[in-house]
């Protein structure tokens, strides 16, 4: 009895210096914040423990600079072939632009596409992703693009990473944007899930390993110089380096230099993206394409520079002006919808859409949270929450429902997404304008991801893969193509980097 008491009295002692130790934190935050907070902290990558600096050894057989998908893609497939590979990402945290994905990724002829009873073709991918960059896409680079598309979703599929939920984007005439199973963005998934198999497979990750420069000597690429932890910096040294550190989307000097224009504009980009690896391959002669071709999201919510994906559209969503009418097709190529926004006097519109898209989308619940997202149980209510014409929207949503029933766009020719129409309460607003969302251009590579220089010839032992990389896209990228892109060509990165060294 004694020892029962004894022991209660030790558990009700240490339950109270529990309580205390947590009170003693944070005592003025309530416990609905803290478990925010808790959330945030430990979502997504995140929660990964990355390698200890101490580990950072002098020698790897490939070093891969950038931690978004191109670069853990380039990991694992090198480290399929027998490599000793290490991944070196300046940012606090693996993801990149990739994290930011919402949309999907395109792919064609794949197993899901049939098992759904889709009936697509590489063909006409390539067709209409050529037609979308306006003629002007390296037809090499877009060819390899499409017809590996199918085999980037089973290779991720092997990895449990299951894209098999579709939906379409501007510019396709097909359901060939392959989404997570449930319908939630891309981005995450696909980061959390290629940062886990790299965590299987024992490749080691740098976060704060901010690449200064890359080696070379007798023409040959000999590593990198890295600063650790913002420290001292460190040479390491290997025997091929692939650059998949991203494009330029968050440096105003770059964007301003090469489109004045686009000055003043916000951006989606995450911060790292500032052309580090543009930068450091033109100084060991690489060439760089379309430069000055910077792609502009049509619906960015501005305030929070937050980019509202595709699918929103995909699954059915219209947009509307301050007046509440329609102006335009929405599943147009992204320079087409951008345009049309930006001649509406505002410069910004609405995404309308009912309880039926939210449920097919689920990154809608992301935007709720952000505080991004108005609702009404009646077409009549959202209108007055908006502050447009009440009888202009209920006009235009009727228009449109009748439109999808008959499966014809009398006023914009719209020819996709009109499954379901918008007649499901309650219903929902986002406001949103263009913002800088991609780079087009970047520097040359060929189809064996080789980065070349002003002749054309291979710069040894260097290659590079996605949104670092220009040409692919031409003057206009297609939504879901640069997800495809940075699997894609950063497989094959990790594939050709890895043959290269076993042939030194």
Partial sequence: MKKRLATTLIMLLSLALVIAGCGSNNSSKSDTTKEKEKTEVTSGASKTSYTDPSELKDKYDIVIVGAGGAGMSAALEAKAKGMNPVILEKMPLAGGNTMKASSGMNASETKFQKEQGINDSNDKFYEETLKGGHGTNDKAMLRF?????????????????????????????????????????????????LLKNVQEQKIPVFVNAD?????????????????????DEKTISSNAVVVTTGGYGANKDMIEKER?????????????????????????????????????????????????????????????????????????????????????PEKTAYLIFDAGVKERVKAIAQYE?????????????????????KENLAKTVATWNTSVKNKKDEAFGRTTAMDNDLS?????????????????????????????????????????????????????????????????????????????????
């Avoid at 391959?281 to 960015?300: A, N, Y």
């Avoid at 009646?378 to 014409?389: H, Q, R």
């Fill in 260 to 344: 004045p224009d686009l000055k003043g504009y916000v951006t989606t980009n995450q911060e790292g993206s500032t052309g580090d690896g543009i930068k450091m391959i033109e100084k060991l002669g690489g060439t760089t394409v379309d430069m000055d071709q910077i792609q502009v999201h049509p619906t960015v919510q501005q305030d929070k520079s937050y980019l509202i994906g595709e699918a929103v559209r995909g699954e059915g969503a219209i947009l509307v002006s301050a007046q509440g009418n329609r102006f335009g097709n929405e599943l147009d190529t992204r320079d087409n919808v951008t345009a049309s926004i930006n001649k509406l």
């Fill in 211 to 231: 690449v200064k420069e890359i080696t070379q000597k007798d023409g040959k690429v000999t590593g990198v110089k890295v600063k650790l932890n913002n420290k």
């Fill in 369 to 389: 949270e952000m505080g991004f997202v108005e609702e009404g149980k009646t077409i009549d209510e959202l209108a007055g929450k908006i502050n447009v014409s």
């Fill in 424 to 504: 499901k309460a309650p219903y929902y607003a986002i406001k949103i304008g263009p913002g800088i969302h991609y780079t087009m251009g970047g520097v040359k590579i060929n189809t064996n991801t080789e980065v070349l220089d002003k002749d054309g010839k291979p710069i040894t032992g260097l290659f590079a893969a996605g949104e670092v990389t220009g040409g692919l896209h031409g003057e206009n990228r297609i939504g879901g193509n640069s997800v495809a892109e940075i699997i894609i060509f950063g497989r094959q990165a990790g594939d050709k980097s890895a043959e290269f060294v076993k042939a030194q």
């Fill in 145 to 193: 693009f499409v017809d590996n598309s199918a085999s980037a979703i089973d290779w991720l599929d092997s990895m449990d990473i299951k894209l098999n939920n579709l939906t379409i984007t501007g510019g396709m005439s097909e359901k060939r944007t392959h989404r997570p199973e449930d319908g939630s963005a891309v981005g995450k998934y696909l980061v959390d899930g």
